[in-house]
């Protein structure tokens, strides 16, 4: 089993940024894929990005390239989502996810556990 505690959301203004925290326990944190999903008011949850066990294969969806980065530690068992340029539309609940195969992916379906969501909101 594996629990997951996001924080680090907030009101920030648009082309402000923000740092993610998701942290770990319950399982080995070293060998799982991590990732960041998102979900606004009215609309699905949406894949923001993903990186696997080793930290070497990442992938992010192309509305937030360049302008979000996700790094994970091993030692602290966590993982953060930096934010940066922020706008409007970046307005939702973030959640962390975990994945037990250590492959990422960005099918929600894919990861067995999540967080309780961190709401972030960018105003114009």
């Known amino acids: 089993q594996v629990q997951l505690v996001e924080s680090g959301g907030g009101l920030v203004q648009a082309g402000g940024s923000l740092r993610l925290s998701c942290a770990a326990s319950?399982?080995?944190?070293?060998?799982?894929?991590m990732a960041w999903f998102r979900q606004a008011p009215g609309k699905e949850r949406e894949f923001v990005v993903a990186?696997?066990?080793?930290?070497?294969?990442?992938y992010y969806t192309d509305s937030v390239k360049g302008r979000f980065t996700i790094s994970r530690d091993n030692a602290k068992n966590t993982v953060y989502l930096q934010m940066n340029s922020l706008k409007p539309e970046d307005t939702a609940l973030y959640y962390c996810?975990?994945?037990?195969?250590?492959?990422?992916?960005?099918?929600?379906?894919?990861?067995?556990?999540w967080g309780q969501g961190t709401q972030v909101t960018v105003s114009s």
């Open positions: 996810a975990a994945r037990r195969s250590g492959y990422a992916s960005n099918r929600y379906q894919d990861y067995e556990y």
């Open positions: 319950g399982r080995t944190f070293s060998i799982l894929a």
């Open positions: 990186v696997n066990w080793r930290g070497e294969s990442v």
